[in-house]
C-alpha cells in the first residue's frame, strides 16, 4: 500500500504511447425546462489516458454533475461525442450502456443512490450479482471493500439509518467492488469528516497506483484534488486546465 501519491508522476515515459480512455469531443448539453433553455455545458473537449487522475473543479451549479453524468452515459450530449476506447458511447443502446457502467466504471454519485430495501452489504455487492458472479464470493469482495472504507462493523446495518459520511462510505465501497477501469466520483469525499476524506483520497489513490485505475474526480475538496495529477476548472459551460 502507498501512503500518498502526492508526489508520483504519471506513468508517461516519452517512449511509451498511452491510450487514451475518454475523448470528449464538442460536448454540449443543453436542459429544456418548461419555456426555458439552459445551456450548461457549451464546448467541452477533453482527452483523458489510461491510469490518469484528473480533478475537476468549479463552483456549485456550474455542471460538474452534468459533464460526469454524460461520460457514464447516464445522460446525452445535447451536441458532440464522448468516446471511451475509440466507441462513441451514445450510439450505445440502452441496454449496452448499463453493460459498459457495470463493466467498466465505478460510479460514486453525489446523492449515493444505494437502494433502502437493501443493506449496506447487499448494496455493496449488488454490481457483481448483476454480473452474475458467485454470490459468496461477491459478498466476500463487498465485506473487503467495505473494511477499505472503513465499514465492516455496519455490514447488515439498513441504509436509512447511515449518516450522510456512511452513505458516502458504502457507496464508495460499490465503486470498487468490481475494480473498475475508471471511477467517477461526484464530490466522494463531500460528507467525510477530515480523517476519512484523507483515508478515500489514499484509497481512490492505491487503486490508481496498483491496478491503474483511472481517476476522474469532481470535488471542492484541495486535498484530494491535489493528488490528481491534472486540475480542470469547468466555468461557463468551457472547462480550462489549471
Ligand atoms: N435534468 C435537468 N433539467 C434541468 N436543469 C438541470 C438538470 N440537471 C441539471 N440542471 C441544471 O444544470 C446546472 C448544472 O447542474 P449540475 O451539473 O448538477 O451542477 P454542479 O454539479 O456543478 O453543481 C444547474 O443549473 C442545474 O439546475
Ligand atoms: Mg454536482
Do not use: W
Not at 11 to 27: R, S
Not at 99 to 125: I, S, T
Not at 134 to 144: D, G, N, T
Not at 172 to 201: F, Q
Request: proline share 3%; hydrophobic share 40%; glycine share 8%.
Amino acid at each position: 500500500m502507498i501512503d500518498n501519491c502526492q508526489n508520483l508522476q504519471p506513468d508517461n515515459p516519452k517512449n511509451k504511447t498511452i491510450e487514451i480512455l475518454y475523448k470528449l469531443e464538442h460536448v454540449q448539453k443543453t436542459f429544456v425546462s418548461g419555456t426555458e433553455q439552459i445551456t450548461v455545458l457549451k464546448d467541452i473537449n477533453l482527452t483523458i489516458h489510461k491510469g490518469e487522475r484528473i480533478a475537476i473543479l468549479g463552483s456549485s451549479g456550474c455542471g460538474k454533475s452534468t459533464l460526469l453524468h454524460l461520460m457514464g452515459t447516464l445522460d446525452t450530449p445535447t451536441r458532440g461525442k464522448v468516446f471511451f476506447t475509440n466507441k462513441n458511447l451514445h450510439t450505445l443502446s440502452e441496454k449496452d450502456k448499463a453493460v459498459f457502467r457495470n463493466q467498466k466504471l465505478g460510479f460514486v454519485f453525489q446523492f449515493h443512490h444505494l437502494l433502502p430495501e437493501l443493506n449496506v452489504l447487499e448494496n455493496v455487492a449488488l454490481p457483481g450479482i448483476i454480473q452474475g458472479m458467485k454470490r459468496k464470493h461477491v459478498f466476500s469482495l463487498a465485506q473487503e471493500a467495505l473494511t477499505l472504507v472503513g465499514m465492516e462493523h455496519k455490514l447488515n446495518a439498513s441504509i436509512p439509518v447511515l449518516s450522510g459520511g456512511e452513505k458516502q462510505r458504502v457507496a464508495i465501497a460499490r465503486a470498487i467492488l468490481l475494480r473498475p477501469e475508471v471511477i467517477l466520483g461526484d464530490e466522494p469525499t463531500g460528507n467525510l469528516d477530515e480523517e476519512n476524506g484523507e483515508k478515500i483520497g489514499k484509497l481512490l489513490c492505491t487503486l490508481n497506483q496498483e491496478i491503474g485505475t483511472t481517476l476522474i474526480i469532481v470535488t471542492h475538496n484541495l486535498a484530494l484534488a491535489n493528488l490528481m495529477q491534472k486540475k480542470y476548472f469547468l466555468r461557463t459551460g468551457h472547462l480550462y486546465e489549471n
